[in-house]
């Protein structure tokens, strides 16, 4: 499986969160596409949409597993898709900016 760390992410890569509302609304990347796991295929238009043309599609959940199957998911779809290994977890950990559901500061639960 295609993966990639949170500190292989620049600023401007596109990041798609995988996560339920509840976590979504605690605390996410400022510019992230959230479309929940549970939603994901009824919402797939949302992504191809949104995603670059021609780039790469990062997937993130809170600490991987979730992500892996969306990534899996989407490379069956001739996407290029890579998971981000330890997810949100790991991303709150490194420093990186967390939103919650009105801009403010937020927390990865």
């Not at 596409?33 to 949409?49: C, K, N, Q, W, Y």
């Not at 898709?81 to 927390?107: L, Y």
């Amino acid at each position: 499986m295609p993966t990639v760390t949170v500190g292989d992410l620049s600023d401007g890569d596109f990041l798609l969160d995988v996560r339920e509302d509840d976590e979504w609304q605690a605390g996410h990347a400022p510019d992230a596409l959230h479309i929940p796991m549970s939603d994901f295929v009824a919402r797939f238009g949302e992504l191809t949409e949104a995603a670059p043309q021609d780039g790469q599609v990062n997937v993130i959940c809170r600490s991987g597993g979730r992500s892996a199957q969306v990534t899996m998911y989407l490379a069956q779809q001739g996407i290029d898709a890579v998971n981000v290994d330890g997810g949100m977890q790991v991303w709150e950990a490194s420093g990186k900016t967390v939103v919650d559901g009105k801009g403010q500061p937020g927390t990865v639960i």
